[in-house]
């Protein structure tokens, strides 16, 4: 017969506590399953202190816990090995709820404490009900001469312990499961939520004879003691059917908090949300959350991987953080370790670094533009695409050419000691920093930025500045339309202009702007190619400017549409604060290229129309008609055409061929 030891109710605060237990405290049921088995480790954990101490002499050398299934009783039941618990233990740490047993063994132990303990036991306990209508607890302590105890609650406040005949030291959690909760007696849900929440505990976690959790914790190890392998694995571990990382950071400090962690920097693709974490946030290796965004900076959210820390504030939940101190010098410190890695990656290897910098790219400028102590960490190794051709001088230096991977990347470093260590891609396309820039083409345009936003549309006006010598760099990222604002406000001294944004002087031929074409008007010849197609386009909002460019290149264009910096930047602006789409603007430049041979000859044929009965000539429709072709070969550069525009493009392109060739 069974001895009742006592009968009593739960020492509780509200008579409530259940139904809040049940509704609110958790967001999921399933985490009770992780609460059960935080418990489990603490006991087991504990039970290993005592034993170092001494206060244990028996066999401790196979932790486990069991997990079981019985179907026709409804049951599912958590089995331990650890510490268990007296009937004293048992009416403090389970009658008195949300006392926690946790921080008081902490406490007595923490001379010893080389372990951390998971949870609460208390109220983590408490959301078995959530899912059973009825607990019980079977337990036998370390204590030598400790009488086992069994204790069973219905979910109300009333409670009975009594005596048992377990002869095993651990505890073991029976819950009867409800009725619409039964989906946790299928072995498949019990292995889904144990790989969720619990595959990194650092005890084996059994099914049956199956042993269902992973186990190692990498981000727990000395980085001495992982290779690249292992920090690939546990990626693909983490991230299946993902490509491979770019390189990865691992976290490990105790003080003045204490953070373990892996992230890794993922290829960036157009379809990830760079707003959203998919770092998993854990404590003390029981997985908590999918959201990391209070402790992972900003800009950094697209990183991917782990962090582990039993000193970030949780509610009592554990499913939300907590507003803290703590949480911003954790941040912080990651944002600086990420920032030491990069620039260990500059300094030690510039190919990998150059090759990862399409992706690298966007982490750094957008932690720059977020980040103070961020943008002053990474500010002299942001590099940029050039046209500069930038290898060294052969006649001058020997250089060492290490060519590496299948791409053909090359690395050159100059034998000069003094030299820049010179970086291109497998596309063998050069990069540089800002200040190696500015110090190249100082005496051709001092404190002057030529930059490129789209290497297609704009390819004209680039390879305009190239036949001049002028260096351009490729600001052709989603996040450079903001970068370079911020670049400005950084170098106040400095004046960057985009390569359709206005043309400098040095690409100009101003002498033949004078020319004389009309001695009894005196007009230039500048001055009749600008009436001409002003004339023949009737677009008052479009400004026709005539210049003579420096360029021999047959490809240099016979006119360009130019955007003003500031007003493009306007446009830009509005519709980012809009979030719509930037429209191509009514009022821009169309610069005609008075030096270009198509020009010459347009002029020409006006020159020689006349004026019929019937109107114009054929020869005065075709030059307006060639007008309107250049304006649209032109605008052609920077935008596409919609229907109605591709159509007149189109019929008036079949009629200036018929035209000619007549």
């Given at each position: 017969?069974?001895?009742?030891?006592?009968?009593?109710?739960?020492?509780?605060?509200?008579?409530?506590?259940?139904?809040?237990?049940?509704?609110?405290?958790?967001?999921?049921?399933?985490?009770?399953?992780?609460?059960?088995?935080?418990?489990?480790?603490?006991?087991?954990?504990?039970?290993?202190?005592?034993?170092?101490?001494?206060?244990?002499?028996?066999?401790?050398?196979?932790?486990?816990?069991?997990?079981?299934?019985?179907?026709?009783?409804?049951?599912?039941?958590?089995?331990?090995?650890?510490?268990?618990?007296?009937?004293?233990?048992?009416?403090?740490?389970?009658?008195?709820?949300?006392?926690?047993?946790?921080?008081?063994?902490?406490?007595?132990?923490?001379?010893?404490?080389?372990?951390?303990?998971?949870?609460?036991?208390?109220?983590?306990?408490?959301?078995?009900?959530?899912?059973?209508?009825?607990?019980?607890?079977?337990?036998?302590?370390?204590?030598?001469?400790?009488?086992?105890?069994?204790?069973?609650?219905?979910?109300?406040?009333?409670?009975?312990?009594?005596?048992?005949?377990?002869?095993?030291?651990?505890?073991?959690?029976?819950?009867?499961?409800?009725?619409?909760?039964?989906?946790?007696?299928?072995?498949?849900?019990?292995?889904?939520?144990?790989?969720?929440?619990?595959?990194?505990?650092?005890?084996?976690?059994?099914?049956?004879?199956?042993?269902?959790?992973?186990?190692?914790?990498?981000?727990?190890?000395?980085?001495?003691?992982?290779?690249?392998?292992?920090?690939?694995?546990?990626?693909?571990?983490?991230?299946?059917?993902?490509?491979?990382?770019?390189?990865?950071?691992?976290?490990?400090?105790?003080?003045?908090?204490?953070?373990?962690?892996?992230?890794?920097?993922?290829?960036?693709?157009?379809?990830?949300?760079?707003?959203?974490?998919?770092?998993?946030?854990?404590?003390?290796?029981?997985?908590?959350?999918?959201?990391?965004?209070?402790?992972?900076?900003?800009?950094?959210?697209?990183?991917?991987?782990?962090i582990d820390s039993v000193d970030i504030p949780l509610n009592v939940s554990r499913s939300f953080l907590q507003n803290d101190r703590t949480v911003r010098r954790i941040a912080d410190y990651i944002a600086?370790?990420?920032?030491?890695?990069?620039?260990?990656?500059?300094r030690d290897d510039l190919l990998e670094y150059v090759r990862c910098w399409q992706d690298l790219g966007t982490f750094v400028k957008f932690g720059s533009l977020n980040d103070d102590k961020f943008k002053?960490?990474?500010?002299?190794?942001?590099?940029?695409?050039?046209?500069?051709?930038?290898?060294?001088?052969?006649?001058?230096?020997?250089?060492?050419?290490?060519?590496?991977?299948?791409?053909?990347?090359?690395?050159?470093?100059?034998?000069?000691?003094?030299?820049?260590?010179?970086?291109?891609?497998?596309?063998?396309?050069?990069?540089?920093?800002?200040?190696?820039?500015?110090?190249?083409?100082?005496?051709?345009?001092?404190?002057?930025?030529?930059?490129?936003?789209?290497?297609?549309?704009?390819a004209t006006y680039v390879e305009l500045h190239k036949s001049q010598g002028l260096e351009v760099l490729f600001f052709d990222s989603f996040i450079d339309t903001h970068f370079v604002g911020f670049l400005?406000?950084?170098?106040?001294?400095?004046?960057?202009?985009?390569?359709?944004?206005?043309?400098?002087?040095?690409?100009?031929?101003?002498?033949?702007?004078?020319?004389?074409?009309?001695?009894?008007?005196?007009?230039?010849?500048?001055?009749?190619?600008?009436?001409?197609?002003?004339?023949?386009?009737?677009?008052?909002?479009?400004?026709?400017?005539?210049?003579?460019?420096?360029?021999?290149?047959?490809?240099?264009?016979?006119?360009?549409?130019?955007?003003?910096?500031?007003?493009?930047?306007?446009?830009?602006?509005?519709?980012?604060?809009?979030?719509?789409?930037?429209?191509?603007?009514?009022?821009?430049?169309?610069?005609?290229?008075?030096?270009?041979?198509?020009?010459?000859?347009?002029?020409?044929?006006?020159?020689?129309?006349?004026?019929?009965?019937?109107?114009?000539?054929?020869?005065?429709?075709?030059?307006?008609?060639?007008?309107?072709?250049?304006?649209?070969?032109?605008?052609?550069?920077?935008?596409?055409?919609?229907?109605?525009?591709?159509?007149?493009?189109?019929?008036?392109?079949?009629?200036?061929?018929?035209?000619?060739?007549?």
């Amino acid at each position: 017969m069974t001895t009742i030891l006592e009968q009593g109710n739960i020492s509780i605060h509200t008579e409530n506590i259940f139904p809040i237990i049940k509704k609110w405290l958790y967001s999921d049921h399933e985490i009770f399953l992780r609460e059960l088995i935080s418990n489990a480790v603490d006991a087991i954990s504990k039970l290993s202190m005592v034993s170092r101490r001494g206060e244990y002499s028996g066999d401790i050398s196979e932790p486990k816990i069991q997990i079981s299934i019985d179907k026709d009783n409804n049951t599912l039941s958590v089995t331990d090995t650890g510490i268990g618990m007296t009937a004293d233990e048992v009416k403090k740490y389970i009658n008195q709820v949300a006392f926690s047993s946790a921080e008081e063994f902490v406490q007595k132990y923490k001379d010893a404490n080389d372990q951390q303990i998971i949870g609460h036991f208390g109220l983590g306990f408490y959301s078995s009900f959530m899912v059973a209508s009825k607990v019980e607890i079977d337990t036998l302590s370390y204590q030598d001469g400790a009488q086992a105890v069994h204790w069973s609650c219905d979910g109300s406040t009333q409670f009975e312990l009594s005596e048992s005949t377990r002869t095993d030291r651990g505890t073991t959690i029976t819950l009867h499961l409800l009725e619409e909760e039964k989906e946790y007696l299928e072995d498949y849900r019990i292995k889904q939520l144990v790989k969720t929440y619990c595959d990194f505990m650092p005890v084996p976690i059994l099914l049956g004879d199956e042993q269902i959790n992973k186990q190692k914790a990498p981000w727990k190890e000395s980085p001495s003691n992982l290779t690249d392998e292992d920090y690939l694995e546990f990626y693909r571990y983490l991230y299946p059917f993902q490509d491979e990382p770019l390189l990865w950071v691992h976290l490990n400090t105790d003080y003045p908090f204490v953070v373990n962690g892996i992230l890794y920097f993922p290829k960036l693709k157009p379809d990830v949300d760079i707003t959203k974490s998919q770092i998993k946030l854990f404590c003390n290796q029981v997985f908590v959350s999918d959201n990391c965004e209070e402790v992972i900076p900003r800009f950094l959210l697209p990183l991917r991987g782990v962090i582990d820390s039993v000193d970030i504030p949780l509610n009592v939940s554990r499913s939300f953080l907590q507003n803290d101190r703590t949480v911003r010098r954790i941040a912080d410190y990651i944002a600086k370790k990420v920032g030491d890695r990069l620039k260990e990656l500059y300094r030690d290897d510039l190919l990998e670094y150059v090759r990862c910098w399409q992706d690298l790219g966007t982490f750094v400028k957008f932690g720059s533009l977020n980040d103070d102590k961020f943008k002053k960490q990474v500010e002299d190794i942001l590099i940029y695409r050039t046209t500069a051709d930038l290898s060294p001088d052969p006649a001058s230096e020997s250089v060492a050419v290490e060519v590496q991977t299948a791409d053909g990347d090359v690395w050159e470093t100059p034998a000069n000691d003094n030299a820049p260590v010179v970086a291109k891609d497998g596309a063998g396309q050069f990069y540089t920093t800002l200040k190696d820039y500015l110090e190249r083409n100082q005496a051709k345009h001092e404190n002057r930025v030529f930059y490129c936003t789209d290497p297609a549309a704009q390819a004209t006006y680039v390879e305009l500045h190239k036949s001049q010598g002028l260096e351009v760099l490729f600001f052709d990222s989603f996040i450079d339309t903001h970068f370079v604002g911020f670049l400005e406000r950084e170098y106040s001294d400095l004046s960057f202009s985009r390569v359709d944004a206005e043309l400098d002087d040095s690409l100009l031929n101003k002498d033949k702007e004078a020319e004389i074409v009309d001695p009894s008007t005196n007009k230039t010849r500048s001055e009749v190619v600008k009436e001409l197609f002003e004339q023949a386009l009737q677009k008052p909002k479009v400004t026709i400017r005539t210049e003579a460019l420096k360029s021999d290149d047959a490809k240099t264009p016979p006119a360009m549409v130019l955007l003003p910096e500031a007003m493009r930047r306007m446009r830009d602006m509005t519709a980012m604060f809009e979030q719509k789409t930037a429209e191509f603007p009514d009022e821009h430049i169309l610069l005609v290229n008075t030096a270009h041979p198509l020009i010459d000859n347009l002029l020409k044929l006006q020159q020689g129309a006349i004026v019929t009965s019937e109107g114009d000539s054929p020869s005065a429709q075709l030059a307006t008609m060639l007008c309107h072709h250049v304006y649209d070969l032109a605008l052609m550069a920077q935008k596409g055409f919609d229907a109605d525009g591709m159509k007149d493009f189109v019929a008036r392109s079949n009629q200036v061929l018929t035209q000619l060739t007549k």
